[in-house]
T-cell receptor
Framework: AQKVTQAQTEISVVEKEDVTLDCVYE???????LFWYKQPPSGELVFLIR??????QNEISGRYSWNFQKSTSSFNFTITASQVVDSAVYFC??????????????FGKGTKLSVKP | NAGVTQTPKFRILKIGQSMTLQCTQD?????MYWYRQDPGMGLKLIYYSVGAGITDKGEVPNGYNVSRSTTEDFPLRLELAAPSQTSVYFC?????????????FGPGTRLTVL
């Protein structure tokens, strides 16, 4: 069965520190997609990135970077030089491509990041 | 584009009462979803729809019903509210049929059942 594990429940850092949020997934499919969403204190869910199982290239977007490693079933998210505005709950999610799931997202429990000034 | 809108934002229900959570999207997305988020947990899928007139159960459908009469609207009905349904409810929509679909989320409805 598909599963997403975010082992870090809460992380607290001081501004300008780098921080990595871990995500480990389980799936039997060879075609799947991984996502990261951000949920700031206001409560809405903000899409950050989507990665398919055939593309293991790392991605960088400003201070954000993602490291996808199929060998360890991990899709980790790093924030460089963290800022107070990065304080949020971050969710990793998995979507499989098969006739039954219709692209449903399986979410991890989330990691709450607190960035102190 | 307003995206995905949900009403109400907050609601308190008494045990046994009924209510409908409204969800509307203006992006002409075929796929729509209802999730619930309990404290300290990720989102869990309640129901989803792949188009008008077609709905199916997700992981936690008990106590809920849905309908999809138009592409835009996907209401979620609670018939006999129970304290276990206290949660934040998110509606989402997406365009693509495969797993390669970004889901757009509404702002959520915070429901308390007392």
């Amino acid at each position: 069965a598909q599963k997403v594990t975010q082992a870090q429940t809460e992380i607290s850092v001081v501004e300008k520190e780098d921080v990595t949020l871990d995500c480990v997934y389980e799936t039997r499919d060879t075609t799947y997609y991984l996502f990261w969403y951000k949920q700031p204190p206001s409560g809405e869910l903000v899409f950050l990135i989507r990665r398919n199982s055939f593309d293991e290239q790392n991605e960088i977007s400003g201070r954000y970077s993602w490291n996808f490693q199929k060998s360890t079933s991990s899709f980790n998210f790093t924030i460089t030089a963290s800022q107070v505005v990065d304080s949020a709950v971050y969710f990793c999610a998995l979507s499989e491509w098969n006739g039954g799931s219709q692209g449903n997202l399986i979410f991890g429990k989330g990691t709450k990041l607190s960035v102190k000034p | 584009n307003a995206g995905v809108t949900q009403t109400p934002k907050f609601r308190i229900l008494k045990i046994g009462q009924s209510m409908t959570l409204q969800c509307t999207q203006d992006m002409n997305h075929n796929y729509m979803y209802w999730y619930r988020q309990d404290p300290g947990m990720g989102l869990k899928l309640i129901y989803y729809s792949v188009g008008a007139g077609i709905t199916d159960k997700g992981e936690v459908p008990n106590g809920y019903n849905v309908s999809r009469s138009t592409t835009e609207d996907f209401p979620l009905r609670l018939e006999l509210a129970a304290p276990s349904q206290t949660s934040v409810y998110f509606c989402a929509s997406s365009y693509a049929v495969t797993g390669n679909n970004e889901q757009f989320f509404g702002p959520g409805t915070r429901l308390t059942v007392l």
